[in-house]
């Protein structure tokens, strides 16, 4: 089944609930809710089995939840979203700006609708790359008092590899780095980025960070990836720029990476981060 926009009509639904809110059998006790990075998604894909890409990090970590859970119990649902990155060797792609609002846009659609359905249904996030700076957005605004959900139905969320990430700003389970993400660290640069990835805003900060989020959000990042701990001083702009659009092999490695986290996977770490919150009481 493809995934359909909710008509633009339907009210989103007020943040907050009665204390006697009940919800219909049918809905889960929690929901999964995860974002791909670029290239590793599609706008028109099955947010319950997901196709686009085989290969898929975030694959790593649903299907393993999926397997252990009944979908009654735990939705698990993979935002459908283009994850492109328009650059000067993919003219042809979707800019990462239209992307990630695309991105964003489904994330609380989906937030948006299952709690008007279900609001006593608790949610976990979890994004990878481009997948973690949308979902570090709406956990932003979630925090902050602004999201389509009340922060108090948010149980956790992970970011692995956010190119917003600032440091002090959630928590890290893992190696800390030095660095921050790249999205802070072109943000003064805009102008000179703009030929090599057009579209692509770097944005800087969140501000307010997560707000109320801040000690639910997992901050994960490799040392030495160009997306989460660049220098806070750019140098050469394109450079690092060329190096937004590429990434690198550090960054495509969390599956596989020991020092990330100590002693497991940033995969397996998140499995079992996410199963103690979801049975959790």
Known sequence: MQWQR????????????????????????????????????SADDDPINPRANPYSFMLTITQPLQEKYHPEDVKVWTVPYTAEFRNINAQHEMSYDDSRNQGLE????????????????DFVLAGFSQGAVLLGDAASKIGNGNGVIPAERVRG??????????????????????????EITLEPLNLLVQPVVPGATMRGPREGGFGVLDDRVQDICAPDDSICDAPLNAGNAVERAQAL????????????????I??????QWIVDWASRLIEQS
Do not use: F
């Open 157 to 182: 969320v992970a970011l692995v590899a956010d190119g917003r990430r600032e440091p002090g700003v959630g928590q890290v389970p893992g190696v800390q780095v030095a660095g921050v993400g790249a």
């Open 245 to 260: 659009a590429a990434a690198n092999g550090v960054h495509a490695m969390y599956a596989t990476n020991p020092n990330v």
């Open 6 to 41: 909710p008509s633009g009509e339907k009210p989103i639904p007020p943040i907050t609930q009665p204390p006697t809110a009940e919800q219909p059998e049918w809905c889960p006790d929690v929901e999964v809710v995860a974002a791909a990075g670029t290239w590793e998604s």
């Open 106 to 121: 489904r994330v609380e659609a989906e937030l948006s609708d299952m709690h008007s359905q279900c609001p006593l249904t």
């Open 262 to 267: 100590p002693g497991t996977t940033t995969n």
